[in-house]
């Protein structure tokens, strides 16, 4: 059975930052392309990071230099490290995986989905 577990949410300060976790099971990290993604009230779902299993990742463009993805293969977890948040960060983040080498920022086509973290950012 494969299990994706986030942590870390939280709520902070604009300008301040986070780091999310994503332990996943029953399946290798090291086998798969993982990705992080939100969805904010209203809003519809969007890709934050995704690391695909050659270790290159993509970014959305909100995101590109305050925020960076990385995984830990001997852990089998994923992490985001979140810097200079803003409020419109917030959002419910939710890590994927999917069994394959590359991953779409869309999260079409991701196999397996935690439950999401919640980060909230107040100005």
């Known amino acids: 059975q494969v299990q994706l577990v986030e942590s870390g949410g939280g709520s902070v300060q604009a300008g301040g930052s986070l780091r999310l976790s994503c332990v996943v099971s029953?399946?290798?990290?090291?086998?798969?392309?993982l990705g992080w993604f939100r969805q904010a009230p209203g809003k519809e779902r969007e890709g934050v990071a995704v690391?695909?299993?050659?270790?290159?990742?993509t970014y959305a463009d909100s995101v590109k230099g305050r925020f960076i993805a990385s995984k830990d293969n001997a852990k089998n977890t994923l992490y985001l490290q979140m810097d200079s948040l803003k409020p419109e960060d917030t959002a419910m983040y939710s890590c994927?995986?999917?069994?394959?080498?590359?991953?779409?920022?869309?999260?079409?086509?991701?196999?397996?989905w935690g439950k999401g973290t919640q980060v909230t950012i107040s100005s």
């Open positions: 994927a995986a999917h069994q394959g080498w590359y991953c779409a920022i869309s999260g079409y086509g991701m196999d397996y």
């Open positions: 029953g399946v290798p990290a090291s086998m798969s392309c």
């Open positions: 690391i695909n299993r050659d270790g290159t990742t």
